[in-house]
Structure formats: C-alpha cells, structure tokens
C-alpha cells in the first residue's frame, strides 16, 4: 500500500468518473502544462487507490503529460460487483483496456504500481495496440516476497471471518510497527486511509490478494510483449526480491531503472525523481 504524504490536488486536476464500455471509473486526471508530449494511464496497488500517484501526477504534469490515476472496480470511490468472477485477473485487465481508449488520446503509456502491475501487465498483453509502453513500479514478474504472501493471507483469512473495523485496526497496529519512533499520521490521512479501507469492497480486497499470492513468473510473456517495457523500483524494496527484480530486467532487455533510497513507493517518496525517470522512457519510445 501507498501512503499519500498530502491530499491537496496538484494544479489542472480534475476527479470523475471516467466513463468507459465496462462502466464507470473514478479518476484524478491531471492536464499537462506547456506542449502536450502524451498521456499516461496509472494503475494503483492491492489496498490503494488513485491517491496514491497525487505526489506524482504534478511533476508529469509539468513535463508535458496528462496523468490519469484510476480507482478499480470495487476500489475506493468505484463502485464493484460483489461477484468473485468480477475480480478475475482478465477482467481487471479488460477495465485497463476500456479505460485507456475512454481517454480519447489514442495509446497512451501504461504504469501499474505493486498489484497494479500484474493488471497492467494483462492488458498490455491482450491489447498491445492500446498502449505506447508499459512501465511495472515496484512489481514482479514473479511471487512476493515470503513474508508479504503471509502478510496477504492473514488479511484474506482475517476479512473472512471478522468485521471490517476490526482488520482495519489490527492493519493500522501492523503498520506503525515499520514506523519511525514517535511518528503519527496527519489526522487528515488518517481518515483517508480509513475511509478507503471502508470504500473498497472486501472481494476487491480478497480476489486481489489471491491473485498476488498465486502468482507464478511471468518474465517468459513479458519478453514477449510488442511494446516498449520499463522495470522500476526503489533500491529499498521489499514486495518483491529486488535481485529477481533486477534479472527480469535482464532477461526482458527492459528499460532499468533503480531509485536510490525510496522503498515500495518511489510514487510517493521521490515523485520528482521518478517523473524525471519515466519522462525520459517515454521520450525514447517516440
């Protein structure tokens, strides 16, 4: 999960819904300043949002790209079935899809953060045509980390059987134990992040939990992909093994790029350099 630092919206954004052919999708889309340079479609984690690029949306902005963050289906401030069929990777994928051509700008650049990636992955692999590039943020190819698949099924079992307060209580506790000594939580975030803890639906939350942890190594399809691949993380990362990080770079010839002293959101902790990094893929990908 990503933690805004703020909640302000950057200049020229605007919240929605974005209307598409598999319904509505609440968005931040953020007009570019200067000479327009492309469009990029941003896919947010397992328990996030689109809050969570805010930091990011102002600096791509400013380099001349319209940055759309987007809620899934039963995320936050979108509305989701309640069937488990609603939540499958495909389906997910096929929203990513209906979402970049609802734009209107032709293919646009694709980012998937944490869960985020394997959607984005999906899409980019059933509709190539409807994107200039795919960048994975601090996303596998392969299974998280032993400890964060863990992390995952006790979540899973824990909305299984308790009311959702309560996960949300024991998930706050967890949390501020990777804390620094004495830090709190603006009370505006914290409200925020209850109040989409709350929002999101718990198939949502269960559907992609599973997904996460029954996730096998992709690196194969990705080296098959017809468009342009970036591998990004923070040099601090601990979803995924940042040496299988790195060898699916490798492997796949991607665009590589290491983020010095961020962790699992270089989206959140170092928007600026991050921008800078992505800017430069997309210009090389024309």
Same mark, same amino acid.
């Given at each position: 999960?990503?933690?805004?630092?703020?909640?302000?919206?950057? =200049?020229?954004?605007?919240?929605?819904?974005?209307?598409?052919?598999?319904?509505?999708?609440?968005?931040?889309?953020?007009?570019?300043?200067?000479?327009?340079?492309?469009?990029?479609?941003?896919? #947010?984690?397992?328990?996030?949002?689109?809050?969570?690029?805010?930091?990011?949306?102002? =600096?791509?902005?400013?380099?001349?790209?319209?940055?759309?963050?987007?809620?899934?289906?039963?995320?936050?401030?979108?509305?989701?079935?309640?069937?488990?069929?609603?939540?499958?990777?495909?389906?997910?994928?096929?929203?990513?899809?209906?979402?970049?051509?609802?734009?209107?700008?032709?293919?646009?650049?694709?980012?998937?953060?944490?869960?985020?990636?394997?959607?984005?992955?999906?899409?980019?692999?059933?509709?190539?045509?409807?994107?200039?590039?795919?960048?994975?943020?601090?996303?596998?190819?392969?299974?998280?980390?032993?400890?964060?698949?863990?992390?995952?099924?006790?979540?899973?079992?824990?909305?299984?059987?308790?009311?959702?307060? $309560?996960?949300?209580?024991?998930?706050?506790?967890?949390?501020?134990?990777?804390?620094? #000594?004495?830090?709190?939580?603006?009370?505006?975030?914290?409200?925020?992040?209850? $109040?989409?803890?709350?929002?999101?639906?718990?198939?949502?939350?269960?559907?992609?939990?599973?997904?996460? $942890?029954?996730?096998?190594?992709?690196?194969?399809?990705?080296?098959?992909?017809?468009?342009?691949?970036?591998?990004?993380?923070?040099?601090?990362?601990?979803?995924?093994?940042?040496?299988?990080?790195?060898?699916?770079?490798?492997?796949?010839?991607?665009?590589?790029?290491?983020?010095?002293?961020?962790?699992?959101? #270089?989206?959140?902790?170092?928007?600026?350099?991050?921008?800078?990094?992505?800017?430069?893929?997309?210009?090389?990908?024309?």
């Amino acid at each position: 999960m990503s933690k805004p630092r703020s909640l302000e919206l950057p =200049p020229r954004t605007r919240s929605y819904q974005l209307l598409t052919a598999r319904g509505g999708f609440a968005v931040l889309d953020t007009a570019p300043a200067g000479e327009v340079r492309g469009t990029v479609l941003l896919l #947010p984690g397992y328990t996030g949002s689109k809050e969570d690029f805010l930091a990011l949306l102002g =600096p791509l902005s400013d380099a001349g790209y319209r940055a759309v963050a987007v809620d899934g289906r039963g995320q936050h401030e979108t509305p989701g079935p309640r069937q488990r069929s609603a939540y499958s990777r495909r389906a997910l994928a096929l929203d990513a899809v209906a979402q970049a051509v609802a734009l209107g700008d032709g293919p646009v650049h694709l980012l998937g953060h944490s869960f985020g990636g394997l959607v984005a992955r999906s899409a980019a692999w059933l509709a190539p045509e409807a994107f200039r590039s795919l960048t994975l943020l601090s996303s596998g190819p392969g299974r998280v980390a032993r400890p964060q698949r863990v992390r995952v099924r006790m979540l899973r079992g824990a909305l299984a059987v308790l009311p959702k307060e $309560r996960v949300w209580l024991a998930t706050r506790w967890l949390d501020s134990r990777g804390e620094a #000594p004495g830090f709190t939580d603006p009370p505006e975030i914290v409200l925020f992040l209850r $109040r989409r803890w709350m929002r999101t639906r718990v198939i949502q939350l269960s559907s992609a939990g599973r997904l996460l $942890r029954r996730e096998r190594d992709g690196t194969a399809q990705l080296a098959r992909l017809t468009v342009p691949l970036h591998i990004a993380y923070g040099d601090g990362e601990m979803v995924w093994s940042v040496a299988e990080l790195a060898a699916a770079a490798r492997t796949t010839g991607a665009h590589h790029t290491v983020v010095v002293g961020a962790g699992h959101s #270089p989206n959140v902790s170092h928007p600026q350099e991050l921008a800078d990094r992505l800017t430069a893929f997309w210009e090389r990908c024309g």
